[in-house]
């Protein structure tokens, strides 16, 4: 009697992995076949035009305040052209701008503590500091968004956003009083080659 309980127990077992193989190659190959067209496309998908200049260095002057103490930061933010992506959602490829501060990676304007920082940080203004119209809301002369709240994780820095940069002052008592940056540059764009 036992035996034929080990016998079932072992049957039951072979058969449910046998249908869980059945099932992942016959699902698989259906769930890849739909992306395929998708990829081809994507892949195939025109170029946007490529800026005349790739390039640009734009000096900022920041005034904050932290805890009722005005402090001041002078640094560059730095902007290149890194080639273009396909967007899902509207099925086409944009260009693609990087930004980086010329102090480093981040431009620290509290440390909250260890896992918390408070950082400038400026937004979608790259395309607009490099004279790409694509994809640019106007932004206004005080270029919003100016602060950012990071929160480290296990590799990297998350960025989270307030609400307001009230939220910012009343939780951690920070707040912008001033902020100058370097007029944008007037670019040119030619089709891709």
Request: with cysteine.
């Amino acid at each position: 009697m036992k035996k034929n309980i080990l016998y079932s127990k072992a049957s039951a077992a072979i058969i449910s992995v046998a249908l869980t193989i059945t099932l992942l190659i016959g699902w698989f190959p259906s769930l890849c076949i739909g992306w395929i067209p998708i990829m081809c496309y994507a892949a195939n998908a025109p170029e946007p035009d490529v800026p005349q200049i790739t390039y640009g260095e734009f000096p900022f002057t920041v005034v904050y305040e932290v805890n009722g103490e005005e402090y001041t930061i002078k640094d560059t933010v730095i902007c290149e052209y890194a080639g273009s992506r396909w967007n899902e959602g509207d099925g086409k490829k944009h260009r693609i701008w990087d930004r980086r501060f010329e102090s480093g990676e981040y431009c620290v304007l509290y440390t909250v503590s260890e896992d918390v920082l408070i950082v400038l940080g400026l937004g979608r203004t790259t395309q607009y500091l490099m004279g790409d119209p694509e994809d640019n809301p106007l932004i206004s002369d005080a270029y919003p968004q100016v602060l950012e709240y990071f929160e480290s994780g296990t590799t990297s820095f998350t960025s989270l956003s307030f609400p307001s940069e009230e939220e910012v002052f009343e939780k951690y008592g920070v707040r912008i009083i001033s902020f100058e940056i370097a007029p944008p540059i007037e670019n040119t764009f030619v089709p891709a080659e």
